[in-house]
């Protein structure tokens, strides 16, 4: 409702192909809540108590962690525009609990995420909360966009988006590119407040569409 979108690709019988390629690193760029599918199959998580230890390569930072039988290195922030999931001492000791899962429905690539954090204890991320609004959030089943999207006007910023509602869409984006094997649904995590606060912001910034 509102929202225009503008398919700028050029569809072929089977191939729609355009610049845009899927984001498929964890978290992407804008934050870890744009467009990250979960693993229909995930693999068991494992539990790893470590210090973070961060390394810079080709412009990311991963975050290094180890124990007696394991040892991951994870995307963890993209300087300036993403910090990670949460803020992490060097010097501290943390539970991590990672999974291996496919970063993106349908792509052969599998990554390490870490999907809850604890501190003494006390849990300081978890991939099931929203991070706007503590809220527990449900996983939903959602299509899968291709094609060039592009939000129309009088929609929210990126930046509005991640502080106040990163996870509201019920639709994922899987870039321009998409083929007869290419997935139809994804699952995502939605937030039932992420969805309120925007109808409240369009409410406040009716568009002049
Ligand atoms: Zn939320």
């Known amino acids: 409702m509102g929202m225009r979108i503008l398919m700028l690709c050029v569809v072929l019988t089977q191939i729609v192909a355009c610049d845009v390629e899927p984001d498929i690193r964890p978290g992407a760029r804008y934050g870890r809540s744009h467009g990250v599918a979960l693993d229909e199959d995930p693999s068991p998580p494992v539990v790893v108590e470590s210090s973070a230890r961060f390394e810079s390569r080709d412009d990311w930072v991963y975050l290094v962690i180890a124990d007696t039988e394991h040892r991951y290195e994870i995307m963890w922030a993209f300087p300036p525009d993403y910090g990670g999931l949460v803020k992490l001492k060097p010097s501290g000791i943390y539970t991590f609990t990672v999974e291996e899962r496919l970063v993106f429905p349908g792509i052969d690539y599998r990554v390490q995420e870490v999907i809850k954090v604890e501190s003494n204890g006390r849990v300081i991320y978890d991939r099931e909360v929203c991070e706007v609004h ?4 449900e996983k939903k089943r959602v299509p899968v966009w291709y094609g060039y999207i592009v939000d129309g006007p009088g929609e929210p910023s990126r930046q509005e988006e991640l ?3 990163p996870h509201r869409r019920e639709y994922l984006l899987g870039g321009c590119v998409s083929g007869p094997e ?7 995590y939605m937030c039932d407040d992420c969805k309120a606060a925007y109808d409240a ?3 406040a910034h009716p568009s002049a569409e």
Request: overall charge positive.
């Open 201 to 203: 912001w369009k409410l």
């Open 163 to 165: 502080k106040s509602f």
């Open 182 to 188: 290419s997935p139809q649904t994804a699952l995502l």
């Open 134 to 137: 503590q809220t527990r959030m």
